[in-house]
Nanobody, 131 residues
């Protein structure tokens, strides 16, 4: 059974930084594209940043470009999201997702799948940015 678990959320002041981590078990980690999504209250879940299975290709939503960095360590079965220069509008529940299938997927395509059964999902970690 596949398990996806996020950690690293918290409360931070605007301008601060956080690093989210995600581990995935029950699958061959380096065979799957991965991504970070978020959902703010009253809004739909959106793709924030996604990465190909090798880590060679990445995608960022315009709202986070230049501030967030996605990376993965396939030896540790861990995905990261380094978030710098945080803004109050970054406040949301952040979810880690793994593409359900062992294949190459373009990161922008993976990040467009915010509401489908094509991904395995974690339970989420809350990020709150105070002004």
């Amino acid at each position: 059974q596949v398990q996806v678990v996020e950690s690293g959320g918290g409360l931070v002041q605007a301008g601060g930084s956080l690093r989210l981590s995600c581990t995935a078990s029950g699958l061959t980690f380096n065979d799957h594209g991965l991504g970070w999504f978020r959902q703010a209250p009253g809004k739909e879940r959106e793709g924030v940043s996604c990465i190909s299975r090798s880590g060679g290709s990445t995608y960022y939503a315009d709202s986070v470009k230049g501030r967030f960095t996605i990376s993965r360590d396939n030896a540790k079965n861990t995905l990261y999201l380094q978030m710098n220069s945080l803004k109050p509008e970054d406040t949301a529940m952040y979810y880690c997702a793994a593409d359900r299938y062992p294949r190459y997927v373009t990161p922008s395509v993976l990040c467009s799948k915010s509401d489908t059964g094509d991904n395995y999902w974690g339970q989420g970690t809350q990020v709150t940015v105070s002004s």
